[in-house]
């Protein structure tokens, strides 16, 4: 995939999970951050599960997934 859709991915990725997990996005550089941190992620839980997803929009729910797992692990690692 090229770099243009890994941007354009984790930039989705990034704002639809900073909504899911406190009702907004973080601007379009973390929304992208997080969104690749994410897509790293969501692709190695994905692996372990079995699961395969592939194309734009399987690329960008992984990504998500990913995403919003990590705004949870940092949402916990604030609280402690």
Avoid: D
Avoid at 14 to 27: E, L, Q, T, V, Y
Avoid at 30 to 50: D, E, H, M, R, T
Wanted: charged share 5%.
């Amino acid at each position: 995939m090229g770099l243009i859709a890994w941007l354009i991915i984790g930039g989705l990725a990034g704002w639809i999970a900073g909504n899911i997990m406190r009702g907004g996005g973080f601007g379009i550089l973390a929304n992208i951050g997080v969104g690749i941190v994410g897509a790293v992620i969501g692709g190695f839980l994905f692996s372990l599960l079995g699961l395969q997803a592939g194309g734009f929009i399987g690329s960008l729910v992984t990504a998500t997934v990913g995403a919003v797992v990590l705004l949870w692990i940092i949402s916990k690692v604030k609280e402690a």
